[in-house]
C-alpha cells in the first residue's frame, strides 16, 4: 500500500523530475495550456498552483520563492501582474486537467493542462479567404 506516498517518481532521478515539471510549469505559464502525459499533469498542477497562489500574494519574499521554479523575468512578472489580477476572487483551482486520449506510439494517456479563465484567442484570419469574399461581396 501507498497510502501517504509524496509525489509520483515518472521513472526518473530527482534532479531530471525537478528540472522537467519546473520547465513545464514555466511553459504552462508562458503559453496558458500545454499537452504532457496525464501523471505528469497531475504532478506539474500541483506546482503551478502553488506559483499563482505565491503571485496573489505578492512581495518580495514570494517573488523569491517563486523564482526558485520559475527562472523566467519575464513570466514572474506575468504571474505577479497579469495572473495576480485575474485570479484575484478566485480562492484556488486555477489550473484544469482535461482528458485526451491516447497516444498513438506507446498507449500513454495524454491530458490537456490549462489555465482556467483564459480568454479565447481569435482564430487566425485567412487573407486569400477574406479577399475572396470581399471582391464576390461588390
Do not use: C, W
Not at 8 to 27: C, F, G, I, P
Not at 87 to 94: D, F, I, L, W
Amino acid at each position: 500500500m501507498r497510502h501517504k506516498v509524496g509525489q509520483r517518481k515518472l521513472h526518473r532521478t530527482t534532479s531530471h523530475r525537478l528540472a522537467m515539471l519546473h520547465n513545464m510549469v514555466t511553459s504552462l505559464l508562458e503559453h496558458e495550456a500545454i499537452r504532457t502525459t496525464l501523471p505528469k499533469a497531475k504532478e506539474a498542477r500541483a506546482i503551478a498552483e502553488r506559483i499563482i497562489t505565491l503571485g496573489k500574494r505578492g512581495g518580495l519574499a514570494n517573488v523569491r520563492l517563486a523564482e526558485r521554479t520559475v527562472r523566467n523575468r519575464v513570466i514572474l512578472q506575468k504571474v505577479f501582474s497579469e495572473y495576480k489580477d485575474r485570479y484575484a476572487s478566485r480562492p484556488g483551482g486555477y489550473t484544469r486537467i482535461v482528458r485526451l486520449g491516447f497516444r498513438r506510439g506507446d498507449g500513454a494517456e495524454m491530458a490537456l493542462l490549462e489555465l482556467v479563465d483564459r480568454p479565447a484567442k481569435a482564430a487566425p484570419v485567412d487573407t486569400e479567404a477574406a479577399e475572396a469574399t470581399e471582391t464576390k461581396a461588390e
